[in-house]
């Protein structure tokens, strides 16, 4: 929220299977996943709403992904 983006956490007892199943069916753009994996290494793993998985990468170079895409009104 700080670097004006619009979050949502869902941290339900759900699988995780059904909270991305979720998201998609919401149409939510991004879905930002972190596990301990993540957690150990710092990063997310970023899947867009059509399934395409971006793979991990560092939260701030996701933040400037996403700010970039705002910029120019990409659609994903």
């Not at 895409?69 to 009104?73: E, F, G, M, V, Y």
């Given at each position: 929220r700080a670097q004006s983006l619009r979050v949502d956490l869902d941290d339900s007892p759900e699988?995780?299977?059904a909270?991305?199943?979720?998201?998609q069916?919401?149409?939510v753009p991004y879905m930002l996943v972190v596990g301990d994996r993540e957690m150990e290494a710092g990063s997310v793993a970023?899947?867009?709403r059509n399934g395409r998985d971006l793979g991990a990468m560092q939260l701030s170079e996701f933040?400037?992904?996403a700010q970039e895409?705002?910029?120019?009104?990409a659609q994903v």
């Open positions: 699988r995780m299977n909270k991305i199943r979720r998201a069916m919401q149409k970023v899947r867009l933040i400037s992904m895409a705002i910029r120019s009104k």
